[in-house]
């Protein structure tokens, strides 16, 4: 009964959704105030029937109603609660109904929070926000209902991957999708601004927030899931160039530049058009990613429950949506000329080169993930684009922009003196000297890319941490700076703190797989590893063979790793669980394999160091787009103060 | 510099940018694409010795031999089939009868493979696999569809 109750909300939703998408553009267009109020009503209501829709499909999970097919196919009675509650969104049906709650969610927050927009603007943005929420709920009900009932329901479910199962992933698709979906708001700032055929500097401000919050959303999202990758799949690396994995990753490439180029537009009325191009361009990654990862076009390891027919209307409706963007761009577009002439050695300048080198790498990653789709559409054979190509393209295209980044804050608008700004910065030229020359000397297998590598994040550190001090001057100063100025400071040294994890634990891995019997020690790293026993357990709805690793250094105990190999009740799935020591310095990283049949067991070590940074890194990354969001300044509707627009 | 001048200044350095992105992607393009190659089209045609390639089918039953760290097994589309040698752990998923997909390159007729790819989803079939048991035609006895 509650699931039909879920259903007939889902299907007001597209009702509400079908009126929220027309008359309010039609109120605008006539300048009628009573069909523009349908906008924010319209949102609420569809945030609402949706989040019912949801209640009601997590309820099914959580009392594990099996008359429902999805149910029935994902979930199990014996699996732990906050599994049973996450397999609400752990297979396709659901997901596709958590998209659609998310995006729900954005539209009902520009009508709460958009109070101080213009009102033509806000019930266009909320009409478009309504007409893609129609595009995916018409999907949802018509090719993947997740209430469909089963004749007869069976006696238990078939379970949730068991891979699915840990509290990483449990979270990773509502962050990334709040990420992913998020960039739907700046889509429809971007179609709604060319409807008007106006975009200001309070639209560049407005967009702005819902950037920030989306990208630092997708951040924690893509990271979380690299975090997963890491100590779920057991193979000690956490990017793998996957299909599914450049998905969240080139609209993150996107809403990266868009955040900087909305800064230009507002602050100088110049990247008007570039801005709203890129803002469709990121919700087109987003969804190109929604279709790469629920179709199954492209061999993934990460594909999850896809189905390749769903996959040609997820395309259809890409196609439609934006290509209709397009075409409404190529029309209003010529007409947003900026006023604001700059040099190309400025803050502008600079700006604009990031623009170019994000749009650029996003450009080449899409090559790189797409091709093998068109030559099997050709006819022309299965090809596979590797890992080493995205390395070999993305890395020397990071290097210019990382220099780059560490002296973009230094320059003033307009016009800047390039060299008197890289001048002032010859303390952070030496520290990164020092760094590289440091661990080129110190390490015994430094390659100089990567000694140049952590030069570089030493650069991007000390250059970020140069242009606080030079702008707050005095202690007192620098508890005075505004929290939108800081957001930059932290984004940025977060960068390079990220630069430095993920050059050292790519350069200086170290591997050992080996076969060891109960009692033997191998070495690893400095580390001395004993391999202790295997012991069989019991857990919740799984059986584990547990190995026990006594690590000790220099004859003192270090700790205990207690890798785990499972065999899930339902499905007999094996899954490897490592066993993870996290340190400052490096991660020791155990996996326990198959016995070999002798009494040894195939077991892999790893010492993967600085990686750790990574994560910091970006959760620090996470930390900055908070702190911006949370500066009121950020959001406000009238010119910034003088002092706020020096700062930031 | 005058308007005019800076514009022409800043399509030039975008073009040199783009010409640079260009270079980096095609030579990168070059030596990284991999082909994906069915154990019938491989006993049809030759492969030049060293040339890295993928292939695909199900692991033969009862071919699995592990020596401590070392595996070998036999990738069949049921019409040809193909020793494999890999050194390393298997994936989970990795089980007699199934589908796989490895990458690498062959050693004296047999294929050295450097990377067995792990599906997360046990009811998975890897498109590549399907192709090729399409290709021999054994599809449908394999799926009864």
Known sequence: ?648 | MKPKHQRLALLGLGALGLAGAAALVLTAFEDNLVFFQTPTELATKSVAPNQRLRIGGLVQEGSLVKQGSDVRFVVTDLSHSIPVTYRGLLPDLFREGQGVVAEGRFQDGTFAASEVLAKHDENYMPPEVVEALKKSGEWQRTTGK
């Open chain 1, 1 to 648: 009964m509650i699931a039909e109750f879920g259903h007939f909300a889902l299907t007001l939703a597209l009702a509400v959704a079908v009126v929220q998408s027309t008359l309010p553009l039609i109120g605008a267009a006539r300048g009628d105030a009573g069909l523009m109020a349908l906008a924010p009503a319209g949102a609420m209501a569809q945030f609402g029937l949706v989040a019912l829709a949801f209640g009601a499909l997590m309820h099914a999970y959580i009392v594990s109603d099996f008359s429902l097919a999805a149910v029935a196919q994902n979930s199990h009675t014996a699996k732990p609660m906050l599994y049973k509650i996450a397999g609400t969104w752990g297979n396709h049906e659901g997901s596709m109904l958590l998209w659609a709650l998310i995006l729900a969610l954005y539209g009902a927050a520009v009508a709460a929070f958009g109070g101080n927009l213009r009102d033509t603007l806000k019930a266009r943005v909320i009409a478009v926000q309504g007409a893609i929420g129609f595009g995916i709920l018409a999907f949802i009900l018509f090719t993947s209902n997740p209430f469909a009932r089963l004749e007869s329901a069976p006696f238990d479910g078939q379970s949730l991957n068991p891979l699915l199962q840990d509290p990483g992933l449990a979270f990773h698709p509502p962050l990334l999708y709040l990420g992913y979906v998020g960039l739907s708001t700046t889509f429809s700032f971007a179609v709604a601004a060319l409807i008007e055929g106006k975009v200001d500097a309070a639209w560049a401000r407005w967009v702005r927030p819902w950037t920030l919050a989306a990208w630092g959303f997708l951040t924690a999202g893509i990271t979380l899931g690299s975090w997963w990758a890491y100590y779920e799949l057991g193979w000690g690396g956490w990017w793998f160039w996957d299909p599914v994995e450049n998905a969240s990753f080139m609209p993150w490439l996107a809403a990266t530049a868009l955040l900087h180029s909305a800064i230009v537009a507002e602050k100088r009325d110049a990247l008007k058009a570039w801005t709203v191009f890129l803002a469709i361009v990121a919700f087109a990654l987003s969804l190109l990613g929604t279709f790469l990862v629920r179709s199954g076009v492209l061999t993934s390891v990460h594909a999850f429950a896809s189905d390749p027919t769903r996959g040609v209307y997820i395309l259809l409706f890409l196609v439609v949506t934006v290509g209709a963007a397009f075409v409404l761009f190529a029309w209003r577009g010529p007409t947003l000329a900026g006023t604001g002439r700059f040099d190309p050695v400025s803050r502008e300048g600079a700006l604009l080169i990031n623009n170019f080198g994000l749009t650029v790498a996003a450009a080449s990653i899409l090559l790189g993930t797409l091709y093998p789709l068109f030559l099997d559409v050709l006819g022309a054979g299965k090809v596979s684009v590797g890992a080493p190509y995205f390395q070999r393209v993305f890395i020397p295209m990071m290097v210019p922009m990382l220099l780059i980044m560490a002296v973009a804050p230094m320059l003033s608008w307009r016009s800047a003196n390039a060299g008197r700004a890289v001048a002032s910065l010859k303390w952070a030229g030496v520290i990164a000297f020092a760094v590289g020359f440091g661990v080129w000397l110190s390490i015994d297998r430094a390659s100089a890319l990567a000694s140049f590598g952590m030069a570089l994040a030493a650069w991007v550190f000390a250059a970020t941490v140069y242009e606080l001090a030079t702008r707050s001057r005095t202690w007192r100063g620098l508890l005075r700076q505004p929290r939108v100025s800081w957001g930059m400071t932290l984004a940025h040294a977060g960068i390079a703190i990220a630069v430095a994890g993920m050059t050292a634990s790519s350069a200086w891995k170290v591997e050992d797989i080996r076969v060891m019997k109960p009692g033997e020690t191998t070495e690893i790293s400095g580390y001395q590893i004993t391999f202790t026993n295997v012991v069989d357990l019991r857990g919740p709805n799984y059986t584990a063979m547990r190995g026990t690793f006594e690590v000790r250094s220099g004859g003192a105990a270090v700790t205990t790793l207690q890798p785990e190999k499972r065999i899930y009740d339902v499905g007999r799935m094996p899954t490897t669980e490592a066993a993870i020591r996290p340190t400052v310095l490096g991660d020791l990283y155990a996996v326990i394999g198959d016995p070999d049949g002798q009494g040894g067991y195939v077991v892999r070590l790893y010492f993967n160091p600085l990686v750790a940074w990574m994560w910091t890194g970006a959760l620090i990354m996470v930390l900055g787009a908070g702190l911006s969001l949370s500066d009121r300044r950020a959001r406000a509707t009238r010119p910034l103060d003088a002092s706020a627009q020096a700062a930031a």
